[in-house]
């Protein structure tokens, strides 16, 4: 505990038995198994959890006077947590805690600053954080922990807009510009995952395009949401606004009707917890006020619990280089020789650029470098260098 006796005076401690408004959990629960931390009623001491063993940690920040909010503190994460921790834990191999919730600073940047030293002392000691927000201007603050650590990284957003609106007074409605423009800058390489067309102007898109960065209609990501899979397993930091969920599966959406499903905002948090380089998953965007019933609190909770079900899986993959546990194909298209590599074990596919590296890409990619037609995923990495 002593490494982290520095986060913890950033952090909260939870009570979990107001969380539960029960008498406890049931046996099984992932409330009875989580190390968190709290203030325990027997003898009123603060209580932090050892996190030696722990893969992933959950941190909560209500924090939303960047999204205009005068009264800016959410009680989100814990009607969140209220939802998870009564589901049942089906991963042991995945250890999980909770390390409460960041402190309201005096100016929602001292809340940013508090989160980003939380998440990257955590993210260092080789733990995924899951961020439980706040107004999705939390994003920049996850992303301030890499910029902390000066190396460049490929990030991935879920969101029905793109953040980029420069003449809006509020941080969440143009947190992109800064993430992606500023100086330095560590993202290599950004995705944008279902945005909704009539949101976004046709000259932003283009933009995008220009910075060689990847956007995917919410359309696109219905139809073939498998391709989502290699596009997040290359990505570090994963934001996920709940406005992409349709309003008829998160009712605290009032962005728009339409949108992902339940099921699908499950599946792509899975890629997330499958993929190796993943090591911050920020859920943003839920105002209880809007909610009926914490129906998108419960949304939510099934999200997260598909993050460690996708860890839970990923642990079965082996490293690259031990070729036995792959289908190894050499194809040539475009007069380029290249190799495919499938996994024996879960069936993911990487593909070899001209520089030797592999990177994630689908089944779609092999099929269409058998035909000789070049992926549309190998030329946009080539463009990029």
């Not at 932003?204 to 949401?225: A, H, P, Q």
């Not at 993943?278 to 019933?293: A, W």
């Not at 290249?338 to 996994?343: K, M």
Request: hydrophobic content about 35%; glycine content about 8%.
């Amino acid at each position: 505990m002593s490494d982290y006796l520095n986060i913890s005076d950033f952090l909260s401690p939870i009570d979990l038995n107001e969380i539960s408004h029960t008498e406890g959990y049931k046996e099984g629960q992932i409330g009875k198994i989580i190390s968190a931390h709290q203030i325990r009623h027997d003898s009123g001491k603060e209580e932090f959890p050892d996190l030696d063993d722990v893969n992933m940690v959950i941190v909560g920040c209500g924090e939303q006077r960047g999204s205009g909010l005068i009264h800016g503190h959410s009680d989100a994460p814990n009607l969140i947590r209220r939802q998870l921790y009564s589901l049942y834990y089906w991963h042991n191999d995945v250890k999980l805690a909770d390390v409460g919730n960041i402190r309201e600073g005096s100016l929602y940047t001292d809340s940013y600053a508090a989160l980003r030293t939380v998440t990257h002392e955590l993210i260092n000691d080789g733990k995924t954080v899951i961020i439980l927000g706040g107004s999705h201007d939390l994003t920049l603050a996850q992303y301030g922990a890499y910029v902390d650590n000066g190396k460049a990284i490929e990030a991935s957003c879920v969101d029905a807009l793109i953040d980029l609106n420069i003449d809006s007074p509020f941080r969440h409605e143009n947190f992109l510009m800064e993430m992606l423009t500023a100086e330095p800058n560590y993202v290599r390489h950004y995705n944008h995952i279902s945005f909704q067309s009539y949101y976004v102007h046709p000259r932003m898109l283009e933009t995008m395009d220009k910075l060689r960065f990847d956007c995917y209609r919410v359309g696109s990501v219905k139809e073939n949401i498998d391709e989502m899979e290699p596009v997040i397993r290359n990505s570090s930091l994963f934001s996920f606004d709940i406005s992409a969920i349709a309003h008829t599966y998160a009712p605290s959406n009032t962005v728009s009707p339409n949108g992902l499903n339940g099921e699908e905002a499950c599946v792509l948090m899975r890629y997330a917890g499958m993929s190796p380089n993943v090591n911050s998953i920020g859920i943003y965007g839920y105002d209880s006020g809007h909610d009926k019933e914490e129906l998108t609190a419960r949304q939510i909770s099934h999200m997260i619990w598909y993050v460690l079900d996708g860890r839970s899986r990923g642990k079965r993959e082996v490293e690259l280089d031990q070729r036995d546990s792959f289908n190894e194909y050499h194809i040539a298209f475009a007069e380029v020789e290249t190799t495919f590599l499938q996994s024996k074990k879960t069936g993911r596919w990487w593909m070899q650029l001209p520089n030797r590296s592999f990177i994630a890409c689908s089944y779609k990619d092999y099929l269409l470098a058998s035909s000789n037609e070049i992926p549309e995923r190998w030329l946009r990495a080539q463009e990029r260098g």
